[in-house]
């Protein structure tokens, strides 16, 4: 890995692999590295998060799937971004230490969202706390307010961070709100952070207004297809780049009618790539076969401009 590598175009989220009975199958991590690198042209993953159900798996867990991908990870990937933040303060500084100790790229902070931060120095403080305890590690605030209730703007949480967290490298911004992410990225006339966005659907959109990057789980199975779409927009064939993004939100509007969480996430990237995801986690269930085979037949139906 190259963890001083710019961060920058796609980045999956990874799904972690469960055994029937619900157990890390941490068999299948080789194989699904290889996966992304050769048949998704993906060398960036984002573990631990959301798709990844970081926050339903225990400290212990997550340090030693973290360890997992780093450790298959090494010369095949350019970045392991592992997420380590919690709902409990020293959790989050034991699982940042962990991650700095194994060599992971950089390390990405959640929002506490039981008792939640009300105000941007509420915040920061937690996120320097968390930060200080990985000093030499790039660090990344993971802005997902549709699930933490924390809609506290990106844009004001900028101003000084860097003084306060002088790690800091920029945001993955999950939210649909782009006028905060145009903020953002006009007030960052220098260039200094990465601006990733995590609402796959909406993907060119903030490519228009000049995001890094993404970081979401449909590049788990659809990542060539949207590394298309960013060679197609740098070009500038904004016809092009359209197709692919109209077509991949077909695609996601036709499965989120279904009932699209991460269980179904399972069971697409299962069946697209081979790799058996298995099931989710308790309270998660497994998607239903209705699901499964709509899906698939979806998915097979869509003629992709570049005639997959």
Request: with cysteine; hydrophobic share 45%; aromatic share 10%.
């Amino acid at each position: 890995m190259t963890p001083r590598k710019k961060l920058q175009g796609l980045v999956a989220a990874t799904i972690t692999p469960m055994t029937p009975d619900g157990q890390i199958n941490f068999s299948v991590i080789p194989q699904y590295v290889d996966y992304l690198v050769s048949e998704q042209n993906v060398k960036n993953v984002f573990v631990n998060g959301t798709t990844g159900e970081g926050l339903s798996l225990n400290t212990q867990e997550r340090k030693q799937l973290a360890e997992e991908w780093v450790c298959q990870g090494k010369d095949k990937l350019d970045h392991v971004i592992v997420h380590v933040g919690a709902l409990s303060l020293p959790e989050s500084q034991e699982l940042a230490r962990h991650a700095a100790a194994i060599g992971a790229s950089a390390i990405a902070v959640i929002a506490p969202f039981f008792f939640r931060p009300t105000n941007k120095d509420e915040l920061i403080a937690f996120l320097q706390k968390v930060a200080s305890e990985a000093p030499a590690v790039p660090f990344y605030y993971y802005h997902i307010p549709p699930l933490t209730g924390v809609k506290i703007r990106v844009e004001e949480l900028l101003d000084g961070i860097k003084e306060q967290i002088p790690t800091f490298q920029g945001v993955k911004f999950s939210d649909t709100d782009l006028l905060d992410l145009a903020q953002c990225i006009n007030k960052n006339e220098r260039e200094q952070f990465a601006f990733l966005y995590g609402v796959d659907e909406q993907l060119l959109s903030a490519l228009a207004i000049g995001a890094d990057g993404a970081v979401g789980s449909t590049y788990n199975y659809l990542g060539r297809k949207n590394n298309l779409m960013l060679e197609a927009f740098a070009k500038p064939d904004l016809a092009l780049a359209r197709k692919y993004q109209f077509l991949t939100g077909e695609f996601l509007n036709f499965v989120i009618k279904l009932g699209f969480g991460v269980a179904q996430t399972k069971a697409v990237m299962t069946f697209v790539s081979g790799i058996p995801m298995g099931p989710p986690r308790l309270p998660l269930v497994d998607a239903p076969e209705e699901f499964i085979v709509k899906a698939k037949a979806k998915l097979d139906s869509i003629v992709w401009p570049d005639g997959d």
